[in-house]
């Protein structure tokens, strides 16, 4: 599988250096831990038999940060929409400015990135920091519908990383803002742009007004686009349910199971995602045998299948599900809400060193 061969080809020494520089040594992994098909354990497997601790920390630290945003999620369920520690700092609008959705920051490594995330559904996750502070920090926005259209776009989109990043940013559930001048970006990114209303010391941004550019808002969102699938034949029978969060190939690979990945409608459009999304979802799931597309609500497989033969991984959008709930590959054995990630790492990393 590709993906394994990205894996062995991780350099966890030059990712530590360069992680942060738009042309890093990133693993790229990020879609297929969000999609399910891998885990942070696997990865974590790999370095630990094939590299040295101090080679492997950054990395694993970056892992953990995965499973500490998942931590969360099931601990606080559905307030990860909801500004966790504090409230956002002078919010303005609840939309998200034109200029991002329209890729005309005047930015000009900003303005390319969001063309590339459309056309490719992924974005540099230092670059995801810089559009966050436009947005929250310099344009007042609402973290909340910010977060949504970019979740929206995304391949890797994680509703825990990606909204609780945002409000790590917006400093709602962090003790204060980020935000990164063009000297900063420029340094990244490897651009040279002056002039632009990041081009000020750090000082000037906590009286910043917000730039005319960023004034005016969108509400974009992509229209909720599942298309239609023909219903297929279910048998009340031992049953696997994947889910847009679980698309792993090698899920009781060996076992006699029909297997079904269930799309619900009503978590679509409350969690709308692109075309391009969902045609990745429909590409991934070609790897999972004689699988069943079935779109509709679980409740719906529950009139055909009964509990007893349905089986699923656990998951924050799966709490309705009924039937035998599987546990996910987890780093370590430290669970629950820490109210920052160091203490969660502090704990997690007494299991993980080796």
Known sequence: MAIEDRISKIDPLQYAKTRNYYNGAITYLSPYISRGIISTSSIYKHLKSNFKWEESEKLIQELAWRDYWQNVWRAVGSEIFKPIKNPQFKVMNHGVPSAVVEANTGIEVVDIAIRHLYTSGYMHNHMRMYVASICCNIARCDWLSCANWMYSHLFDGDLASNHLNWQWVAGTFSNKRYVANQENINTNFGSQQKGTFLDIPYESFENLDVPEVLKSTDSHLPEYSLPDIKRPVLKNQPTLIYTYYNLDPYWHKEGKYQRVLLLEPNFLKKHPVSSMCLSFVFQLAKNIPNVKIFSGSFQEILELIEEE?????????????????????????????????????????????F
């Open 309 to 353: 033969n349905l089986v699923f991984k656990e998951h924050p959008t799966q709490t309705h599900f009924k039937g035998q709930q599987e546990e996910r590959a987890w780093l370590t054995s430290v669970v629950g809400y820490f109210p920052s990630f160091f203490k969660f790492w502090n704990q997690a990393k007494k299991e993980l060193k």
